[in-house]
């Protein structure tokens, strides 16, 4: 499986910026996918989270009202609309496919596969 996240760049502070992932190699089928943002030094951090059929949606809580993941099954896309963005949104972001039984949609380890990330800057 390869996921390809692309739509990162360079945004002012309160733009707008849509991530997309695109998996080739097999579909999402029912697994969980999710986006994740890491910058330098730190840890991997959990942004947001969408279940196979798409019913449920999960936000980090400095992202809720700011961020939408989507997904669209039939294309094996997924999305994250990111709105009002602040300069601590700038990160690398990943795209994920999660394990077919998640015991959690927020922690890194129960992904399998990622995607190369695409970088997103946020200038004040």
């Known amino acids: 499986v390869q996921l390809q996240a692309y739509g990162g760049g360079l945004v002012q502070a309160g733009g707008s910026l849509r991530l997309s992932c695109a998996a080739s190699?097999?579909?999402?089928?029912?697994?969980?996918t999710g986006w994740f943002r890491q910058t330098p030094g730190k840890e991997r951090e959990f942004v947001a989270a969408?279940?196979?059929?798409?019913?449920?949606?999960y936000y980090t809580d400095s992202v809720k009202g700011r961020f939408t993941i989507s997904r669209n099954n039939a294309k094996n896309t997924m999305y994250l609309q990111m709105n009002s963005l602040k300069p601590e949104d700038t990160a690398v972001y990943y795209c994920?496919?999660?394990?077919?039984?998640?015991?959690?949609?927020?922690?890194?380890?129960?992904?399998?596969?990622w995607g190369q990330g695409t970088q997103v800057t946020v200038s004040s």
């Open positions: 969408i279940s196979w059929n798409e019913i449920s949606t």
């Open positions: 190699g097999r579909t999402f089928g029912r697994t969980a």
């Open positions: 994920a496919l999660g394990k077919y039984y998640l015991s959690s949609y927020t922690e890194p380890r129960e992904y399998d596969y």
